[in-house]
């Protein structure tokens, strides 16, 4: 991945905790690192091909200014969400905002905050065996789309299949989601909860019929083992209504414990 660096920027803005900070305001410096592809701008020459660092600086800037924050922790996480949404060809952003004028009574050159912020690639299960199915999906599937966090979201078929637990029910309509997102797993797992609850679900039977069901299969490379939350999705080598619609879309992602693509994970479980 290529980089663009600015350093130090210098922003005179109103954040801070104290009023004297809000109401006269004080200078900032700010540090960016773009994560970028720079190659085809390279090789056309074409400014249009690039992130305009210019642009970049001018939007920190009136950014900064615009908007009051208490905390630089605030202003840093809100600068990099909406630097990633501001410029498309930007996949991660390294942001560093100084404050040399913190106001703790002793001499110091600066306190700063940096932070690492980024796109990162998601594939979710999508599921339906109550009510209108194909309603609900494309409700999750708009859903998604609808959260200014994502983008480049594609679909996979809905495919038929049956109940999965041994719970007697009602046949699914499943799919598969591919998407990038800005939100941490933890977040985007409360977001699907939210989906799913306006589609009115209810957790009533473990494996039993539900409304909507939305399930984390893949966070980039991620492993990550928690109460609520698993990545990679803990049985989802053993489920052809998972595998089957994800195939299309990624049939070459590598399952980073398993070491199986998904492919070969599909081709396993048609074969027991």
């Known amino acids: 991945m290529d980089i663009i660096k600015i350093q130090n920027l210098e922003v005179f803005a109103k954040h801070g905790v104290f009023e004297e900070e809000t109401a006269l ?11 970028t592809n720079t190659r085809h701008a390279g090789k056309t020459d074409n400014l249009m091909e690039s992130t ?5 600086c001018h939007f920190m800037t009136n950014y900064m200014k615009e908007n009051t924050c208490q905390l630089i922790e605030a202003a840093a ?37 940096q932070i690492q912020r980024g796109w990162h690639q998601v594939y979710l299960s999508i599921g339906s065996n109550m009510g209108d199915k194909k309603a609900q999906l494309d409700f999750a599937v708009a859903s998604l789309k609808d959260m200014a966090q994502n983008k480049d979201i594609i679909v996979s078929d809905y495919i038929q299949t049956e109940p ?17 997102t800005l939100l941490a797993p933890e977040e985007l797992l409360d977001a699907l909860h939210e989906i799913e609850a306006k589609a009115g679900r209810e957790r009533l039977i473990h494996w039993g019929p539900r409304t909507l069901d939305l399930d984390i299969l893949f ?3 991620l492993v990550m083992d928690r109460d609520n939350l698993i990545i990679p999705h803990i049985d989802m080598h053993n489920r052809t209504f998972v595998l089957e619609p994800l195939a299309q879309l990624c049939p070459g ?20």
Not at 25 to 35: A, C, D, R
Not at 52 to 56: D, S
């Open 219 to 221: 966070y980039d490379d």
């Open 25 to 35: 305001g004080q200078k900032f410096l700010l540090n960016v690192t773009l994560y």
């Open 253 to 272: 992602k590598v399952h980073p414990i398993l070491r199986q693509t998904v492919k070969q994970m599909l081709d396993g479980v048609k074969h027991v």
């Open 52 to 56: 305009n660092y210019g642009e970049v």
């Open 77 to 113: 996480e809100q600068l990099a969400e909406v630097l990633l949404l501001q410029f498309p060809l930007v996949h991660k952003v390294d942001l560093e905002i100084k404050k040399p004028w913190a106001p703790i009574g002793l001499p110091l050159e600066y306190v700063s905050v």
């Open 164 to 180: 999965y637990g041994g719970v007697e029910q009602d046949v699914f309509l499943n799919g598969a989601v591919a998407l990038k």
